[in-house]
Structure formats: C-alpha cells, structure tokens
C-alpha cells in the first residue's frame, strides 16, 4: 500500500526505505490520515490529494507508548504497530549521516 501511493511521485531511481502511517483521531476513534515514505533522497507526505517532498535529514525520534507523536508542519500521531518503520528510517538518516561524513560516531 505505502509503495503504490508513492510511486507517481518518486524521481527517477528514488528507492522507498520504509514508509508508515500516521493517525487522527482518539482511542478507537482513529482513522489513517497521512502515509509518510522515507526514500533514499527525501521524505513524501502523501495525504488526501497532496504530496509534500521533506528534506531527507528529518528524524522521528525514539516512538514510546500507544501513540508516538513528532510534530513538523503540525502534531502527527503513529500507532505502535508502524514503530519498527519508525526506527527504520531513523537508522538509515543515521546510516547516510556516517556514510558522508566517517567521523560521526566517533568518540
């Protein structure tokens, strides 16, 4: 689901890394609002009929709890299951971040 709601709006050799799915709502009253895409070159919010490119260098922060929340243009909100993706693409900003520069990690 995440890789064909991408897929009109990925450059040409864009490679998805992992993607999720953010939430409105409370308790049982949620609904799938936002589907964030984490590619190799940026970060696509694809919502309702828009698609918002990010930077690449945004991370999301440790997710704790039912609900992770990190905030951008405003609050977005991820259920637990999506953490596995959450952490992903904070491994691989990580990753490209020690990859460009060696010194990173270094003590």
């Not at 409105?24 to 828009?50: C, K, N, Q, S, Y």
């Not at 999301?60 to 905030?71: A, E, M, R, S, V």
Request: glycine share 8%.
């Amino acid at each position: 689901m995440i890789a064909t709601r991408a897929a009109p709006h990925l450059e040409p050799g864009e490679q998805i890394q992992t993607g999720f799915v953010t939430i409105t709502g409370w308790l049982i009253f949620t609904m799938p609002a936002e589907t964030f895409v984490v590619t190799d070159r940026a970060i696509l919010v694809v919502g309702r009929g828009e698609v918002q490119r990010l930077p690449r260098d945004l991370s999301f922060g440790k997710p704790t709890g039912l609900y992770h929340k990190f905030k951008l243009d405003r609050t977005y909100k991820v259920h637990r299951q999506w953490y596995p993706e959450v952490i992903a693409a904070d491994e691989a900003l990580r990753e490209r971040h020690t990859q460009d520069d060696p010194a990173v990690g270094e003590h």
